[in-house]
């Protein structure tokens, strides 16, 4: 069977970033599938390359996260105007499964499905036009009327619907009711990050010798709201705890997040660039807890975030100041814990007993893990894929 797979922000693990479609797509290789991905980059021209098997079809769509609403939707048009020309070059598709976002990766499918003739399924990562609909990033009323129409379009005319969590699923099916939904979550991988002592060279090298290290990795965007881990950072501070917070990443909000630090004087909060997962790795080894953070807003409970599963592989204990699954998660299998946001002082409270006591950081860690092999190991999320595409 031949697949053709739409991410129009397709990642391998040396760009780090989201790698969700490199793991998925080299799975259905690896189980005998065929599969040509058509994605975009931000080179000039257009490049085919056979990675890992999967051949990848690079299209010249400019974005990134600190562009406009306009230019992103501009971006979001032209790759569907550039995929639907390259599929029709592309022989001998039987299935075509397409990931958002964007939602527009939905037109992309459905224009792909008129030309070939072929079904498509389609995997929704977030909830769009929600979530910026709740974010107020688009207020227009004809424009979110529009985004509804075409969002229960997409929804009607796949095959069947992937949803990295439950919550989404609930939500697609109060659109469409009675559309077969499958819940396929992110992946940790337990192959790749595993849990290991701290390396003494590596304590050294980031400067946190003796201290407990919290660490943010992911997009630093207006969703993530990290004024919550600054709040927390300061009260930790006054606290006076052993307590040092790397923020890692790219995003528009960073230059804003550099100037809150340096002007109430965090200086317990430090700033490292975009680590792509091997790098990311070293990272980890010197980290106790991993943060996971969002806005306040319902539509963002229901994300499926990469950096919760990579760090669940790699045995950290986990914070959460969002409701929803993942709290669930950390609470039910006692792997983290999750605080109010606006009140730093219960994360000063609940982050205290596991900086005074080892054994019990260490318990809640084996308990990570454990989540991370049973729950969301990689070949039991690529099992549940063939099987929707079978």
């Known amino acids: 069977m031949k697949i053709l797979y739409i991410h129009q922000y397709f990642r ?81 598709v039987d299935v075509c499964y397409a990931t958002s976002t964007p939602l527009t990766i939905g037109l992309s499918a459905m224009s792909i499905k008129k030309d070939k003739n072929i079904p498509y399924l389609f995997e929704v990562r977030d909830l769009w036009p929600e979530a910026p609909f709740q974010m107020g990033v688009i207020k227009n009323r004809l424009l979110k009327k529009y985004l509804r129409r075409l969002e229960k379009k997409i929804y009607i005319q796949a095959q ?30 337990v192959d790749f990050f595993v849990p290991e002592a701290k390396k003494p060279e590596l304590e050294k090298l980031f400067e946190v010798e003796g201290r407990f290290v919290v660490s943010y990795f992911g997009t630093i965007g207006l969703a993530n709201h990290l004024e919550y881990l600054l709040a927390a950072a300061n009260a930790t501070l006054k606290a006076g705890l052993p307590v040092i917070f790397f923020i890692i990443g790219r995003g528009s909000q960073l230059p804003r997040l550099q100037y809150l630090v340096k002007h109430f004087g965090l200086t317990n909060v430090r700033f490292l660039p975009f680590q792509n997962k091997y790098n990311l790795k070293r990272v980890l080894n010197i980290t106790d807890a991993a943060y996971v953070s ?95 595409i079978s």
């Not at 949803?163 to 979550?185: F, H, M, N, R, Y």
């Not at 814990?337 to 002082?345: G, K, S």
């Open 294 to 388: 969002f806005a306040r807003k319902p539509v963002l409970e229901t994300n499926s975030p990469n950096k919760f599963f990579d760090a669940l592989a790699a045995g950290k204990l986990i914070i959460t100041n969002t409701a929803g699954w993942v709290k669930d998660i950390v609470e039910e299998q006692k792997c983290g814990f999750y605080y109010d946001p606006d009140m730093p002082q219960e994360f000063v409270n609940r982050l205290m007993p596991f900086v005074e006591n080892r054994n019990l950081l260490t318990t809640f860690q084996q308990h990570a893990r454990q989540v991370a092999e049973t729950r969301f190991a990689r070949s039991a999320q690529v099992a549940r894929l063939i099987e929707v």
């Open 160 to 189: 069947s619907i992937v949803a990295l969590s439950p919550g989404i699923k609930e939500k697609i099916q109060e659109t469409v009711p009675g559309k077969p939904v499958t819940v396929i979550p992110n992946m940790s991988d």
């Open 12 to 92: 391998t693990p040396a760009e780090g970033g989201a790698i969700r479609s490199y793991y998925m797509a080299r799975g259905l290789v690896e189980h005998g599938f065929e599969v040509e991905l058509i994605t975009a980059h931000n080179e000039p021209v257009a490049v085919t390359k056979v990675i890992d098997g999967i051949t990848v079809h690079y299209l010249p769509v400019f974005y990134e996260n600190e562009q406009g609403f306009w230019q992103r939707l501009y971006a979001f048009f032209k790759f569907m105007r550039l995929a639907r020309k390259k599929a029709q070059q592309i022989k001998g």
